[in-house]
């Protein structure tokens, strides 16, 4: 059995322990462990293990630290893939029960319902219109109304005033009245109307009514044609006045006494 050789080994073991490091610019150090200048002593050999294995663990750290993932920092943004669920989803309506339809349905109602209000309005401005054109209507046929009371009224009180006047054949005036003389003085006095001058001549003037029509102020004939012979002016309620003829003069009477053959409108 060949046994090693120890004195090899101690001087090997000696031979790196008094190995010398060689500083900056090439200087030589001490050796590791010991004081410049000094021999390196048997308690140098430890140290240099210690070296050794902090140089491997540093390696190893080195190598370690390579392979690992890099961590993730609290500073750093974390990028996070975020999966929509149903919530998520774009909010289209379902329509399980036709109501698209009922929409369109309610959409046809309300374009309906616009325009029968707008015929509605139209309806009720055009009866407005209608109602305002009959009001217009009427308040001229009031104003025609109350122009011509006004003219009657001063027919009437021209012709009531003069009651008691004398008749008088042929006269035209308060001093004796006949007839004809009496309705002429009457209306041009109380409205400028001239009429002509005997009773028949004054029947073919104005507007003919009806006796079952007659207003105040309308004309009242006795006779036909050539042959009318009586005139007298009519202040309602069935009476009349008139110039009733020698010893009677002017006065008012009842159709019922002497009633008129036909009527005729000057007012």
């Known amino acids: 059995m060949i046994q090693p050789n120890l004195t090899c080994k101690a001087a090997s073991r000696d031979a790196v322990a008094s190995h010398t490091l060689m500083g ?8 590791l462990g010991h004081a410049a200048g000094a021999s390196a002593p048997a308690t140098g050999r430890p140290a240099l293990r210690s070296l050794a294995a902090a140089a491997g663990l540093a390696l190893a750290l080195t190598l370690g630290l390579a392979a690992a993932p890099a961590p993730a920092f609290a500073d750093e943004p974390a990028i996070v893939e975020v999966v929509p669920g149903p919530e998520a989803a774009p909010d289209v309506p ?16 309300a374009a309906f319902g616009h325009a029968l209000a707008a015929l509605t309005a139209t309806v009720v401005n055009e ?6 054109g009959a009001y217009t209507a009427h308040l001229e046929a009031i104003g025609v109304e109350a122009a011509r009371a006004a003219k009657v009224d001063a027919v009437l009180a021209e012709a009531l005033s003069h009651q008691g006047a004398p008749y008088s054949y042929g006269g035209t005036t308060p001093r004796g009245f006949d007839c004809s003389g009496f309705t002429s003085y009457v209306f041009r006095t109380a409205l400028g109307i001239e009429l002509p001058r005997t009773a028949a001549a004054q029947s073919g003037v104005g507007t003919s009514v009806s006796l079952d029509s007659l207003l105040p102020g309308d004309l009242l004939f006795w006779g036909r044609g050539s042959g009318v012979y009586h005139v007298a002016v009519y202040v309602g309620d069935g009476n009349y006045v008139h110039a009733a003829g ?10 019922e006494y002497f009633h008129p053959t036909f009527a005729k409108r000057l007012i």
């Open 24 to 31: 900056p610019g090439g200087s030589a150090t001490a050796p």
């Open 94 to 109: 379902d329509d399980p029960e036709g109501e698209g339809s009922d929409a369109a349905d309610d959409n046809r109602d």
């Open 127 to 132: 009866q407005s219109a209608q109602e305002m």
């Open 246 to 255: 020698r010893g009677k003069g002017v006065r008012v009477q009842s159709m």
